[in-house]
């Protein structure tokens, strides 16, 4: 299942300019300019991260 990152930030109850600049930092394999899709893998770690 994937989600976008708005989605995410909104589940974490964070802002989502702050999931997209750790988004950018964990996710080697995005483009530049391409909309964020968040598998579950990286949603973990997302939540594992902003969830402590």
Do not use: C, N, Y
């Not at 702050?18 to 579950?40: C, I, K, N, P, Y």
């Amino acid at each position: 299942m994937t989600m976008t990152a708005p989605e995410l930030a909104r589940e974490l109850q964070i802002d989502p300019k702050r999931l997209r600049a750790f988004l950018r930092r964990t996710a080697t394999d995005h483009q530049l300019g391409d909309r964020w899709s968040v598998d579950a893998e990286l949603a973990g770690k997302a939540r594992e991260h902003f969830e402590r």
